[in-house]
């Protein structure tokens, strides 16, 4: 699934990354506990609700190139800075964590265990 | 090559600085990826335990041709009990440590599992000294 397509079927706006929407995903991880992250094999997508400037931070750590921001949180310019710094997207959405795993779930998306 | 880097007690905002500028280097410095994804792990997760247990510390970092050696040696209330530390789930963060995302007793042995070699001390009231080595082969 494309990153086009998970912002469409999220009602989603797109924080950073824009010009990467083409960019194809296969598995998302959900979790608001940075120390989980850190545990994970690469993935490409995380989606959270814990949005400060270490869920970035963590990311870039574990490889991950994309956030999905639920329940309306918006990132802070510190955050989109560092973010950019590292050429990833981040995407927000109005539903809860567990609406946004529904619907991606359901369109296919893959859990990574 | 030798970096130090200065860790503040508290100071989320920067947590991962030190981390994220040996990412750069290693990757500048083509070493593989899956390599440098353990190394940046095991010292994000030592400087997030140094900023949210300690009164600040440093970190030090040595890379060879073959291998990097990190050193994050904080001064705080030390730990008195390592192996306990050292189990999966078992953690002391206070409340705002846990709001960053951090605190669920698996940072000591989420460094183990990345590293090549792990060795902690540890001495109550003056501070704890992590010391990981991971080889680039």
């Known amino acids: ?113 | 090559m030798h970096q130090e880097y200065t860790v503040i007690e508290g100071d989320f905002v920067n947590a991962g600085k030190a981390s994220s500028s040996v990412k750069k280097t290693l990757k500048q410095l083509n070493v593989n990826p899956q390599v440098v994804k353990r190394v940046v792990v095991a010292l994000y997760e030592a400087e997030v335990n140094a900023i949210a247990h300690a009164y600040g510390g440093k970190v030090i970092v040595d890379i060879d041709a073959d291998k990097i050696k990190m050193v994050v040696a904080d001064k705080g209330p030390g730990i008195p009990d390592i192996a306990l530390a050292m189990q999966e789930g078992y953690s002391t963060a206070r409340p705002e440590v846990r709001d960053m995302g951090f605190g669920a007793g698996m940072g000591l042995p989420n460094m183990q599992k990345n590293v090549d070699r792990l060795n902690v001390t540890s001495e109550v009231g003056v501070g704890t000294t992590v010391e990981m080595e991971v080889n680039f082969q």
């Open chain 1, 1 to 113: 699934m494309t990153l086009r397509e998970i912002v469409d079927k999220l009602g989603a706006t797109v924080g950073l990354g824009s010009d990467k929407l083409d960019m194809e995903v296969e598995h998302c991880f959900a979790s608001d506990l940075m120390s989980d992250v850190l545990t994970l094999k690469d993935t490409p997508v995380l989606i959270t609700g814990l949005c400060n400037v270490q869920t970035i931070r963590t990311c870039d750590m574990a490889n991950l190139d994309v956030v999905i921001f639920v329940r309306g949180k918006r990132p802070t310019e510190d955050m989109v800075e560092l973010a950019d710094e590292n050429d990833m997207v981040l995407i927000c959405c109005q539903y809860s964590m567990f609406k946004t795993c529904g619907i991606l779930y359901e369109a296919g998306m893959k859990p990574l265990y």
